[in-house]
C-alpha cells in the first residue's frame, strides 16, 4: 500500500472549503471609480433614499474628511475631503456635491435639505488616541494550522502605515487568536479577545468555525469582516462578507472547466462537513447543465491523512479535471496517491484552500499544472510590488504569498477606518463599512489593492461580487521550482 508522507511543510491551511450568503450581491462593478477618499458617488436625497456624497477638495476646510448624514429624508451622506460641508446636500465651504443638490421633498420626506450631523462614534473599545487594536481569528493549532509567520506577516500592513503617519495618528496592532479549527474553540477565541478589549476582527478558518465566530462576534458587538460561512447563516449588520462566494465558485469552476480547460469528464472531491456540501451540489447542477459528465463524486474524512482507496477510485472513474475541495494536508496526499497510480488530472482549488506555495514543494510535482480561483494572484503579479518590497516576514517565495491575505484584509480596513474618520468607533467603523466601495489603489498608501474590488453599498452584505483570479501552477514541484502564478484578472464568469 502506497501512503504519501504527511510533510511538515504542508501545514499551511487558512482552511477548506466556504459558501455564499443569501444576499444580493452585483456582479457589475470591477475597477469601479470612486471619489476622493475612496467612497462612491452615491445619488442625492430623493423621495427618502440615500443622501449625497459630500466630496470637498483637501484643504478647503479646517477638519479632516467625516461621516455625516441629513436628519430626514436621505440616509447618509459623506465628506471625505479635507473640509467639512455646512448643508445636508450642497457644500458651502468649497466642496462640491457628488450626488445630488437636494432631495426632493414629498411624503417620503426631504432628502439632504438639513444640516449634516456626524455619525455617533459608539464604543470606542479598543480605540486610544494613538492605538487602535485589531484581533485575527486563524486556527495556529489543530486540524489546518497556519504558519508560525502568520504573526509578524499580519502586522507588516500596519507597520508600512504607520511609516506613512498612521491613520488620522493612529497605528494599529493586530494580535492573533487561536480558534484550533473548532467551534470551541472559535468561541473561546472570541471570550478571550472580548477580555483583551479588541476593536474589530477579521476571520480566516474552515467555514463551519468561521460559522461560529459570526455569532460569537456579532454578540460581543464587535465588526466582523468574514473569509467565509456556512450557506444557511445570515450576516449580521455588523458582520461584512469579503472573502469568495464558494457556492458560486462551484459554478465558475464548472464553466472553466468547459471554457477554458475544454474537457468532458470532471469530479468532485469534499470533506464531509455538511457546511460545505452547497457548493459541491452547485458544482455538479452547472456541471450537468453546460453537458459535462460528473463522474466522480465523493467526500472524505477531513482529518485523514490515508487516500490510496480515493486515489484509484479517481483513476478508474477517469475525470480530466477534479475540484478538490479540501485542506492542503489532503490535496497534497490526494493528489500524490493519484500520481503513484500514474493519475494527473487537472486540479483544481477554490479560495483560501490550498492555493499557497508552501503546499507545492510536498507535493513534488503531483500538484503541477493546477489552478486556483482565489481572492489575490501570484507572487509575480506587478500589483504586489509594495508588498513584496515590504514583506520581511515571508523571506522565501515558498511562503511569503500566505501574507497578501493579511496584507489585503490591512487594506480594507485602513479604508474604512480613513472614512470614518478621526470620531472612531464601532458604530462609525460599521457605517463606514456599510459604505464602502474600494477600487484599484489603497486610499491609505496609494498602493494597489491585493483583494478584489468590494462593493458594500446600497445594504449590500457581500463585498466581491463573486470575482475571483485564477492562478496556475508555474514550474515543477518535482524540482522544488513550482510556484502560483496569476493566470486571468479577476472575473465573475468563466
Not at 341 to 350: N, Q
Not at 353 to 382: C, I, Q
Not at 431 to 436: D, E, G, H, K, T
Request: with cysteine; proline share 5%; charged share 15%.
Amino acid at each position: 500500500m502506497r501512503r504519501a508522507p504527511l510533510a511538515l511543510l504542508c501545514t499551511i491551511a487558512l482552511l477548506t472549503s466556504g459558501c455564499a450568503a443569501r444576499f444580493a450581491r452585483s456582479d457589475g462593478n470591477d475597477s469601479t471609480a470612486v471619489s476622493q477618499g475612496g467612497l462612491p458617488a452615491a445619488q442625492g436625497g430623493g423621495a427618502g433614499t440615500t443622501g449625497g456624497l459630500v466630496s470637498v477638495p483637501p484643504g478647503s476646510g479646517s477638519t479632516g474628511g467625516q461621516l455625516v448624514s441629513g436628519s430626514s429624508g436621505g440616509t447618509t451622506g459623506f465628506s471625505t475631503g479635507g473640509g467639512t460641508s455646512s448643508t445636508g446636500g450642497s457644500s458651502t465651504t468649497g466642496g462640491a456635491t457628488s450626488g445630488g443638490a437636494t432631495g426632493t421633498s414629498g411624503a417620503a420626506g426631504t432628502g439632504g435639505t438639513t444640516g449634516p450631523t456626524a455619525v455617533p462614534a459608539g464604543s470606542q473599545t479598543g480605540v486610544t488616541k494613538t492605538t487602535v487594536k485589531i484581533g485575527l481569528f486563524v486556527p495556529k493549532t489543530g486540524a489546518a494550522p497556519v504558519p508560525p509567520t502568520i504573526d509578524a506577516q499580519a502586522q507588516n500592513y500596519w507597520d508600512y502605515v504607520k511609516s506613512k503617519g498612521g491613520i488620522y495618528g493612529r497605528n494599529v496592532t493586530v494580535k492573533i487568536y487561536d480558534t484550533g479549527s473548532t467551534e470551541a474553540g472559535a468561541r473561546t477565541a472570541v471570550q478571550n479577545a472580548v477580555s483583551d478589549g479588541i476593536f474589530a476582527a477579521v476571520s480566516l478558518d474552515r467555514i463551519s468555525v468561521e460559522g461560529a465566530l459570526v455569532t460569537a462576534l456579532h454578540k460581543a458587538g464587535i465588526p466582523h469582516l468574514i473569509n467565509q460561512m456556512p450557506h444557511a447563516q445570515a450576516i449580521p449588520d455588523d458582520g461584512f462578507y469579503v472573502g469568495t462566494d464558494q457556492v458560486h465558485n462551484g459554478v465558475q469552476i464548472a464553466d472553466y472547466m468547459k471554457d477554458r480547460l475544454h474537457v468532458t469528464k470532471v469530479g468532485f472531491v469534499g470533506e464531509n462537513d455538511p457546511t460545505a456540501y452547497p457548493a459541491r451540489d452547485a458544482f455538479v447542477a452547472e456541471a450537468k447543465r453546460i453537458g459535462l459528465k460528473v463522474v466522480h463524486n465523493e467526500v472524505v474524512d477531513g482529518m485523514g491523512n490515508q487516500f490510496l482507496a480515493e486515489a484509484q477510485k479517481l483513476k478508474t472513474d477517469g475525470a480530466q479535471s477534479v475540484w478538490l475541495y479540501v485542506a492542503p494536508n489532503n490535496a497534497i496526499n490526494i493528489s500524490k496517491e493519484s500520481q503513484a497510480d500514474g493519475y494527473h488530472p487537472t486540479w483544481v482549488s477554490s479560495s483560501i484552500a490550498w492555493g499557497f506555495n508552501l503546499a507545492l514543494t510536498p507535493a513534488a510535482g503531483a500538484l503541477d499544472g493546477a489552478k486556483a480561483f482565489s481572492p489575490w494572484g501570484g507572487l509575480s503579479d506587478p500589483r504586489y510590488a509594495t508588498f513584496n518590497k515590504i514583506d520581511t516576514a515571508g523571506h522565501t517565495s515558498q511562503d511569503k504569498d500566505i501574507g497578501l491575505a493579511a496584507w489585503g484584509f490591512g487594506q480594507i480596513i485602513s479604508a474604512a477606518l480613513h472614512n470614518a474618520g478621526p470620531d472612531l468607533g464601532r458604530n462609525s467603523f460599521r457605517v463606514a463599512m456599510q459604505n464602502l466601495r474600494t477600487g484599484s489603489k489603497d486610499v491609505v498608501t496609494g498602493a494597489a489593492m491585493c483583494w478584489p474590488p468590494l462593493d458594500f453599498t446600497t445594504g449590500k452584505r457581500y463585498g466581491s461580487g463573486d470575482r475571483t483570479i485564477v492562478m496556475t501552477v508555474k514550474g515543477s514541484g518535482a524540482s522544488g521550482n513550482s510556484v502560483w502564478a496569476t493566470e486571468s484578472d479577476y472575473a465573475a464568469k468563466y
